[in-house]
């Protein structure tokens, strides 16, 4: 097959995996919420299910404000789905048409790695500059490049297959033109 990925595809994955990446940041932030709000398995759910952030309705944190945790969790959102999007796009913009779904699913997962990264640390340095102003944060600021890296990594394989479903909708190639003059062998 011979041609090139439509836009519509290298876009139709972006916009897939920055879903992906949105809703897994909500999901995984209110599986965790769920299961601290209830006591049961904390140690458990740190280990399961890995967070950028927390939910933005604790019960109660040595003062901080509902609305300092609302901030930290809605830029962990953003960073996460468009970086993720634009990093699975480029990965589409350069798969094989009609054949690198695969390279799509890869490029999609380790987008989501990459993306959950930089999510955790800022994150974490807002949760340092709103949350813990007054007090030591208790772990360094870089720890959120490691905490964001394996979110991506637990959580990517979503991104993947959306990704690579998307891909495969609708990034076929294009078609290419036929000759505008045929010629045969005898002429």
Request: charged fraction near 10%; hydrophobic fraction near 55%.
């Given at each position: ?10 876009v139709g994955v972006g916009v897939a ?38 939910w933005p309705f604790p019960r109660s ?127």
């Amino acid at each position: 097959m011979s041609g090139t990925v439509r836009p519509a595809g290298i876009v139709g994955v972006g916009v897939a995996v920055a879903a992906a990446g949105a809703v897994s940041v909500v999901g995984t932030s209110f599986v965790r919420y769920l299961t601290i709000k209830e006591n049961i398995g904390v140690r458990w759910s740190a280990g399961l299910v890995p967070t950028l952030a927390a939910w933005p309705f604790p019960r109660s944190f040595g003062g901080a404000r509902v609305g300092d945790f609302v901030i930290v969790f809605l830029a962990a959102l953003v960073v996460a789905a468009v970086a993720a999007g634009l990093l699975a796009a480029l990965g589409a913009f350069g798969a094989a048409p009609g054949r690198g779904a695969v390279s799509v699913a890869m490029s999609s997962w380790f987008a989501t790695v990459l993306a959950g990264a930089v999510a955790g640390f800022v994150a974490t340095k807002l949760q340092q500059e709103l949350l813990y102003a007054s007090r030591p944060l208790g772990f360094p600021w870089w720890f959120g490049f490691s905490t964001g890296a394996y979110w991506g990594l637990v959580t990517g394989w979503f991104s993947a297959v959306l990704g690579a479903a998307a891909f495969l909708a609708l990034g076929r190639p294009r078609a290419t033109a036929a000759p505008s003059h045929v010629t045969s062998p005898d002429q």
